[in-house]
Nanobody, 116 residues
């Protein structure tokens, strides 16, 4: 089992920045990719960014240049730096961990609200 705890969400004005963190515990030696997803009210959960254990990252096309995913394997933590935030970035942000056995674990999410 892997447990994930997100933090860093909150209320920010448009144009501001936030840094989300997701700390993993448990069977962390099984972890491969770690991902950030987001879900706005009434919408599906969408992939924001993903990073492999080796540090290779991918992003949703619409977020490239504003969001940066990073990872500290020693701390079993993944981060999401979000800059130039827009009201449409308002959502619950979820961390997901993917294991070498193709299983997935989710955190409970952290709310990000961007005011105009």
């Amino acid at each position: 089992q892997v447990q994930l705890v997100e933090s860093g969400g909150g209320l920010v004005q448009a144009g501001g920045s936030l840094r989300l963190s997701c700390a993993a515990s448990g069977r962390v030696f099984d972890l491969e990719a770690m991902d950030w997803y987001r879900q706005a009210p009434g919408k599906q959960r969408d992939l924001v960014a993903s990073i492999t254990r080796g540090g290779s990252s991918t992003y949703a096309d619409s977020l490239k240049g504003r969001f940066t995913i990073s990872r500290d394997n020693a701390k079993n933590t993944v981060y999401l730096q979000m800059n130039e935030l827009k009201p449409e970035d308002t959502a619950v942000y979820y961390c997901r961990a993917d294991t070498r056995y193709n299983s997935h674990y989710w955190g409970r999410g952290t709310q990000v609200t961007v005011s105009s």
